[in-house]
T-cell receptor, first 112, second 113 residues
Framework: DAGITQSPRHKVTETGTPVTLRCHQT?????MYWYRQDPGHGLRLIHY???????DKGEVSDGYSVSRSKTEDFLLTLESATSSQTSVYFC???????????FGQGTRLTVV | GQQLNQSPQSMFIQEGEDVSMNCTSS?????WLWYKQDPGEGPVLLIA?????ELTSNGRLTAQFGITRKDSFLNISASIPSDVGIYFC?????????????FGKGTLLTVNP
């Protein structure tokens, strides 16, 4: 357990509105990740961070941006939410060996 | 990018039976991880494998890192109802220092008491 807290846990928003999801970790892990989980697709990487202010795109980054101003917080922003972004979002961080990813409990986002 | 093929997609078994699932990759990985996800929760790490040929156990679970570094399997012995969930494999590629993980699409396990 890497002390990962995601907020909010559930959110319903309207198409076209901005949404920010927060991931907070207490273990001082360097690497943090945002994944989305959809039926039939498993877990797909959106963005990841390898340090404060250091981020990079994953395989499904279109429509998403991230920021990491502190080691413990990694924010995922949907600038203008679309129905295709309805999903469950998971934050993860690496453990001591920098390879094992530990996950938060997820945020269920519904865009109507 | 890398692709992981995880099979089977789903399994329905009787309590007490053994279970086997596997993942194959189109490219080499230097780490293989196996996770379990319960409904409404995030994936939880079960077993981590770091070396080709490595065989590691965690209770009734056993996983192996394939010699070719392109595959891994997970076995569950004497299944019980609480084994129900989705099992994911994940691999980290050998080429970069960014520690990105690629996940399989999961195996849904149902155990009938």
């Amino acid at each position: 357990d890497a002390g990962i807290t995601q907020s909010p846990r559930h959110k319903v928003t309207e198409t076209g509105t901005p949404v920010t999801l927060r991931c907070h970790q207490t273990e001082n892990h360097r690497y943090m990740y945002w994944y989305r989980q959809d039926p039939g697709h498993g877990l797909r990487l959106i963005h990841y961070s390898y340090g404060v202010k250091d981020t990079d795109k994953g395989e499904v980054s279109d429509g998403y941006s991230v920021s990491r101003s502190k080691t413990e917080d990694f924010l995922l922003t949907l600038e203008s939410a679309t129905s295709s972004q309805t999903s469950v979002y998971f934050c993860a961080t690496t453990g001591a060996l920098n390879t094992e990813a530990f996950f938060g409990q997820g945020t269920r986002l519904t865009v109507v | 990018g890398q692709q992981l093929n995880q099979s089977p997609q789903s399994m329905f078994i009787q309590e007490g039976e053994d279970v086997s699932m596997n993942c194959t990759s189109s490219s080499i990985f230097n780490t293989w991880l196996w996770y379990k996800q319960d409904p409404g929760e995030g994936p939880v790490l079960l077993i981590a494998l770091y070396k080709a040929g490595e065989l590691t156990s965690n209770g009734r679970l056993t996983a192996q890192f394939g010699i070719t570094r392109k595959d891994s399997f997970l076995n569950i012995s004497a299944s019980i109802p609480s084994d129900v969930g989705i099992y994911f494999c994940a691999g980290q590629d050998s080429g970069g220092s960014n520690y990105k993980l690629t996940f399989g699409k999961g195996t849904l396990l149902t155990v009938n008491p």
